[in-house]
């Protein structure tokens, strides 16, 4: 069990709606982040419980930025930082970066789960994140879901996005 999963299983604070397998995912691309200074966004926090978890795992150094419609999350404090927006608006994804300050090193994609704001938020934020930085996008099952925009072979999903990006970069 790796420390994320050690702090999701024994959290008693705010709830933390993450599918158990993302844990190995996460050490995996996350661990080498841990005790820099870093900025990590994270988009749909629900309560908050998420933003606490990435304050625990990246140590001090770490800026967490938690992005999310409601304006109703009281995890703040001098490392968390929350700000509302709505993912499928274009003018806010926009100005996040601006908002924000400097690269993104870490930003994960909780939010809406519709494909077309999934999608949006790649397009408008992919070129925010620092040169090794990491781009997740959680919950891609959605794009097999129709309601959240997906569908079987559809497309204009986030998979089929994806796999439109994977052949501009290797179908040459």
Sequence with gaps: MNDLERYFYNNTGKAIHKFAHYFDIYERHFSRFRGRDICVVEIGVGDGGSLQM?????????????????????????????????????????????????????????????????????????????????????????????????????PMTFITRMKDKIDELNGW
Aim: proline share 4%; glycine share 10%.
């Design 54 to 154: 990435w304050k625990s795992y990246f140590g001090p150094l770490a800026k967490i930025i938690g992005v999310d419609i409601s304006a109703d999350i009281r995890v703040a404090d001098e490392q968390i930082q929350i700000i509302q927006g709505d993912q499928g608006e274009t003018k806010f994804l926009i100005d996040l970066p601006k908002r924000i300050g400097r690269p993104i090193d870490i930003l994960i994609d909780d939010g809406s789960h519709i494909n077309f704001h999934q999608i949006k938020t790649f397009e408008g934020l992919y070129p925010a994140i620092s040169t090794d930085g990491v781009y997740m996008c959680e919950d891609v099952q959605t794009s097999y879901q129709e309601q959240f925009g997906g569908g079987f072979l559809m």
